[in-house]
């Protein structure tokens, strides 16, 4: 069974940061992107970033860019998110996704296993 | 950055009804689209990809056609459990981006 599991949420102050983890089983974590979606309170979805099975490529989400950094160990079958300079509107439950395509070469992916979200809350 | 636009926000709609929801591209994603279910409290749930495959153990009662730039969710029949909250994802280009959802609730 694919299982997600993320930790390391929390309170935070305006400007802290904050490391997400990911803790992945049930699959070969070495062979999938990985991928951090974002929902703020009673809003919709928002894709933070996407990192390759291999570590390269990474990409980001402009809301995000310069303060955030994703990255994954797959010896430990591990995905992190290192969240700096946080802001008010960073205030969201956070999902690791697996991300999948099916056309070889076609990097940009669906999610097809979620974790079941940490929530972090920046306070002014 | 392709912006995608859901219609209705909201569909009300008695058991055994057929729902149809859209997602417009602001450009083509060509077939490049998912379809997502979220209940409260939970993470969301992978129904349909590349615009027309039902993923892993979702019932044939949910459908998804489609391609450029507009797509339909179809539930044929309304089950009580499908009641929730739908999101489209085009997965063509990066930046990854989701419709604001459609809710479905119990009229």
């Known amino acids: 069974e694919v299982q997600l599991v993320e930790s390391g949420g929390g309170l935070v102050q305006f400007g802290g940061s904050l490391r997400l983890s990911c803790v992945a089983s049930?699959?070969?974590?070495?062979?999938?992107?990985m991928n951090w979606v974002r929902q703020s309170p009673g809003k919709g979805l928002e894709w933070i970033s996407y990192?390759?099975?291999?570590?390269?490529?990474?990409y980001y989400a402009e809301t995000v860019e310069g303060r955030f950094t994703i990255s994954r160990d797959n010896a430990k079958r591990s995905l992190y998110l290192q969240m700096n300079s946080l802001r008010a509107e960073d205030t969201a439950v956070y999902y690791c996704?697996?991300?999948?395509?099916?056309?070889?070469?076609?990097?940009?992916?669906?999610?097809?296993?979620w974790g079941q979200g940490i929530l972090v809350t920046v306070s002014s | 950055e392709i912006v995608l636009t859901q219609s209705p926000a909201t569909l009300s709609l008695s058991p055994g009804e057929r729902a149809t929801l859209s997602c417009r591209a602001s450009?083509?994603?060509?077939?490049?689209l998912a379809w997502y279910q979220q209940k409260p409290g939970q993470a969301p749930r992978l129904l349909i990809y590349?615009?027309?495959n039902r993923a892993t153990g979702i019932p044939a009662r949910f459908s998804g056609s489609g391609s450029g730039t507009d797509f339909t969710l179809t539930i044929s029949s309304l089950e009580p459990e499908d009641f929730a909250v739908y999101y489209c994802?085009?997965?063509?280009?990066?930046?990854?981006?989701f419709g604001g959802g459609t809710k479905v609730e119990i009229k």
């Open positions: 996704a697996r991300g999948v395509t099916m056309v070889r070469g076609h990097r940009p992916c669906f999610f097809d296993y």
């Open positions: 049930g699959f070969t974590f070495n062979t999938y992107e």
């Open positions: 990192i390759a099975s291999s570590g390269s490529p990474i």
């Open positions: 450009q083509s994603v060509s077939s490049y």
């Open positions: 590349d615009a027309s």
């Open positions: 994802q085009q997965h063509s280009s990066w930046p990854l981006t």
